[in-house]
């Protein structure tokens, strides 16, 4: 969903809360980028499989309209029990080599000051703080793009902008109808969409299998399926035939997310 707001409508940029933590900087204040720069917040969590498909259009966006004038900023709020710590954040953000600051917002302090809805949530805001774009969710990549053109021109009249990126994927092309996929698994709660073999332990929001050997599997309409996994591995998405087995007893399945089936 992208959507510019209603002219005459004025919705300006929340401050950053002072007591978030920061990765990549020591720390950001929004009053002090405004009128040097455009700002885009983006809300991700690098274990939602939405996040990361949006992450190679963020990172051109920063390489091509950094020292225009764009400053993009992360804000990390976790969806699984193993995002709120920050180390594993911090180690989630190196691996990924995200070159923007990213805020560590693990009790969702600044999520609540937006409202957002959900991973990814883009914010785009001019010079002057005012929001000129909302969008959530995969999509629409080249439309942003071209707002950030005409938030960076309104800083610079000489500014000349390049040609919008092509589309990285087929399903990313502007207008393409996609095939809706399954619905992804939260667990424990989605438990019985699942064929489980031996036994698996409800947690906070997870299974833990119990021994070696258990395994887990979902039916699934899209191209993909993704399984949250945490406990001997390093907690993430982990791309999956819809199909997890535990070689080790407590591998945590936290869900699955499935992606959309490229247009036909």
Known sequence: MCVRPAPGAEITAPEFP?????LGVPFLRMDRLLGRHAVLVEFWDFARVNSL???????????RYGEAGLQLVGVHSPGYSFGRDGDTVARAVEALQIPYP??????????????????????????????????????????TERIIQELLLEIDPDFAPPDPLEPLRPEDAPGVLLEPQTADVALPRDRHRLELVRDWLDGEDYIEAADAGAA??????????????????????????????AESPGLRLHGFQFTPAPPR
């Open 216 to 245: 887990a599997s979902v039916s699934f309409t899209g191209a993909g399926a993704w399984a949250v996994l945490s406990g001997p591995i390093f907690p993430g998405v982990y791309e999956t035939g819809g199909e997890v087995l």
């Open 53 to 63: 498909r949006t992450l190679p259009y963020l990172k051109e966006w920063h390489e």
């Open 102 to 143: 990213v805020a560590v917002d693990a009790d969702f302090a600044l999520w609540r000051k937006y409202g957002n809805r959900g991973w990814p949530g883009r914010y785009l805001f001019d010079r002057r703080g005012m929001l000129r774009d909302l969008h959530y969710g995969e999509g629409e990549y080249q439309e």
């Open 18 to 22: 002072p007591d978030l933590d920061w």
